[in-house]
């Protein structure tokens, strides 16, 4: 089953109310949900909904795998531009618990931590990154079902401009009156395949109990039970003047705030709470940190019955009093009453049979940038590559390997001067100090790697003292390190040219049987999906059979990334519409393709827009299992692909991680010399991940 986001659309929607719902309805049929927040106030200790989940569903995690980050750390880091450090930091607590779970149930931000104009956009970003289906509740309080409908198609929209999966809407709160009207026009309203429950307004859940306001204000308990605390507080009484004249006062569930020593008060609502002429009173606040005389205590001693708690703050009275104003209405554990009318309510307003199986039927297909990332380092991490990194000196790739090294994704080995290397860990502050380092030109290893290089190049004129002198180059050393099995793969390019990072692997390592041509991809990782780019960086003008060869090759890239593959060869015309002999080419490499391999979706030649949009498809190639869906965009030549990829990089903000080569019998990859560090440990990554694959 998909895991869930619950995002309030605004501050006061009553989320945990639906929270709670769904954890009851999904732990009926299923032992291993999981509960989280992205972000919490202060000390998890303190967060009142992930204590009650922790509490009521006997969770097996300690309250610190349960959340994100603090609103604190949110803050720092959304002023200091590093938005998606905060999601990257978020991304991996939430995946670290939904490993031990079946599903996780996700409840959003608390609009007071964030800006909150903008904090419905950053939990649908949220929850796109986390892979989670969003439910989004929608507040009723106060509101006219004029102000509803608008509210719920802000939301809708604003979901769909970020890209949001939305699986129900929950209108919370709405006024008992007008729930029939607010469920009508909904279903006249909203399309037919959206899910929306409505759940009318309840009172008791939007008043404090005694217990609640004595966490808030951090009261000492002079005397009350479990029952007198979970006592709902229906409105606060100050209580300044004389008896006969506060009795008037006097409604049922107030919370009576006096000062300590005011035993005439404290005893008359004693006895207003006792008679059956009064309203009952929910409880005492008494200010100034004054304790009840001996006397008044000895006499509250030996009532024979009172429902009504004792609280007291050392705050004066109007300080108290204002402090009230600011607390937060929660569902606490232990609070059965409250739980119990929450339940309730959720179940006789939510279809619970219904929205079980819309959970279990929808799955969410997006794969965010962040979530690929993730994904790439969780799939290395699983069974550790060692990877050969010959540009050791530059600090782009120190800092890369620091970050492998500290997240324990690889094994790594630098290639250079290893004075130059540990004087430039030291001026950067970075945790390198016992990487392993080789100067290929001092390596015992050099020797060796020569002879097997004039053994595979001596038909070329190799002689052996040009062999040895080529080991002495840290892409040659390093690439035999791969070919002897002293690394499992290879990571070149940050500081030298392409041609230079995979012309020995050409000569040394070559292509894997059956495969004529070694060629590149790009994974270009948009907002919502992750589509395959081939060939951008290595082929300048492929004949029929190499472009046949680079779209098998492509796919079964592309399906080792979990990434299926629907493969279009792209051209200037589309279908049988052109003539010419670049279209003929293209024709050409899709017959020879689907001779070798009938099981790939293959299908070309096709224009971009008839590969990748579905109704361009169903007017140009209807029917075409690819048309419309392509996740493989196979390029007819080099000049094409290399600017179609930048273009796509630049103008749609895509991440394009690459370029990656294919078809080598083991794990080289090239490296932009504009690369970013993350560029450098993704790359890692995939060709630790590659490396996976060919053991």
């Not at 129900?168 to 395949?193: I, S």
């Not at 619970?352 to 290395?380: C, D, N, V, W």
């Not at 004039?454 to 892409?475: P, T």
Request: include cysteine.
């Amino acid at each position: 089953m998909q895991s869930l986001y619950i995002a309030g659309a605004g501050s006061g929607t009553g989320k945990s109310l639906v929270a709670l719902g769904l954890m009851e309805l999904l732990r009926a049929v299923n032992q291993r949900v999981g509960f989280f927040r992205p972000v919490i106030r202060g000390p998890v200790e303190q967060d009142p909904l992930i204590a009650l989940m922790r509490s009521r569903y006997a969770l097996p995690f300690p309250p610190e795998q349960l959340y994100g980050c603090t609103a604190a750390r949110a803050q720092e880091l959304v002023a200091s531009g590093q938005y998606d450090t905060l999601l990257k930091d978020i991304l991996d607590r939430f995946k670290a618990l939904e490993e031990q779970c079946d599903l996780v149930v996700c409840a959003g931000t608390d609009y007071d931590g964030l800006v909150p104009s903008l904090e419905f956009d950053f939990n649908t970003d949220l929850a796109n990154n986390l892979g989670c289906l969003i439910l989004v509740v929608v507040k009723g309080f106060g509101r006219q079902p004029d102000e509803i409908l608008q509210a719920v198609r802000l939301a809708h929209e604003s979901l769909i401009d970020r890209g949001g999966e939305l699986l129900a809407t929950f209108v919370n709160g709405v006024a008992p009156a007008h729930v029939p009207q607010v469920e009508a026009r909904l279903r006249a309203t909203l399309p037919a395949e959206e899910w929306c429950a409505v759940l009318p307004e309840q009172p008791d859940l939007k008043r404090p109990t005694v217990e609640e306001i004595r966490q808030a204000l951090r009261a000492d308990c002079l005397c009350g039970d479990r029952d007198a605390l979970s006592q709902v507080v229906t409105n606060y009484k100050v209580a300044a003047m004389s008896v006969p004249e506060f009795l008037r006062y006097v409604e049922e569930g107030c919370l009576i705030i006096t000062p300590g020593d005011r035993a005439d008060i404290i005893l008359a609502s004693l006895l207003a709470d006792a008679a059956s002429t009064y309203p009952r009173v929910a409880g005492l606040l008494l200010t100034g940190g004054i304790a009840p005389a001996e006397t008044v205590r000895k006499l509250m001693a030996g009532l024979q019955r009172t429902k009504v708690s004792l609280l007291q703050v050392p705050t004066d009275t109007y300080s108290t009093a204002m402090a009230l104003q600011g607390v937060e209405v929660a569902i606490l554990p232990g609070d059965e009453r409250k739980i119990a009318a929450a339940l309730g309510l959720f179940e006789q307003s939510v279809d619970g049979g219904k929205l079980r199986e819309r959970i279990r039927l929808r799955h969410s297909s997006r794969r965010t940038p962040l979530m690929f990332e993730y994904e790439l380092i969780q799939r290395a991490k699983a069974q550790r590559r060692h990877i050969v990194l010959p540009e050791g000196e530059d600090e782009r790739i120190l800092r890369a390997a620091e970050i492998l090294r500290l997240r324990d994704v690889v094994e790594l080995t630098l290639l250079g001067d290893p004075e130059k290397i540990h004087r430039r860990i030291g001026e950067l502050g970075l945790k390198l100090a016992d990487i392993p380092i080789i100067n290929p030109a001092k390596a015992p290893e050099r020797e060796r790697y020569a002879a097997t290089y004039y053994r595979l190049r001596a038909h070329k004129g190799i002689s052996e003292q040009m062999a040895y002198d080529l080991m002495a180059d840290v892409s040659y050393f390093g690439t035999s390190m791969v070919y002897h099995d002293q690394a499992h793969g290879m990571v070149s390019g940050a500081v030298h040219t392409t041609q230079h990072t995979i012309r020995p692997a050409f000569e040394i390592i070559k292509t894997k049987p059956g495969v004529r041509i070694v060629s590149s991809v790009f994974f270009m990782c948009l907002s919502d999906r992750v589509l395959v780019y081939g060939d951008c960086a290595v082929n300048p003008n492929p004949t029929s059979e190499q472009l046949a060869d680079i779209a098998i090759s492509s796919a079964e890239t592309a399906a080792a990334f979990g990434i299926e593959p629907r493969v279009a060869l792209l051209s200037y015309s589309t279908g049988t519409s052109g003539k010419g002999a670049d279209v003929d080419r293209v024709r050409r490499a899709v017959e020879i393709a689907r001779k070798r391999r009938p099981d790939l979706k293959l299908a070309g030649p096709m224009q971009y827009d008839a590969a990748v949009d579905a109704s361009v498809a169903r007017s140009k190639m209807p029917g075409n299992e690819v048309a419309g869906q392509a996740t493989v965009f196979i390029f007819p030549d080099l000049n094409t692909g290399n600017n179609t990829y930048k273009a796509v990089q630049r103008s749609a903000g895509a991440v394009a991680i690459g370029p990656i080569l294919q078809g080598l019998n083991k794990p080289v990859n090239d490296l932009s010399r504009g690369c970013l560090v993350a560029d450098i440990v993704n790359t890692v990554a995939i060709t630790a991940i590659q490396a996976q694959e060919r053991s």
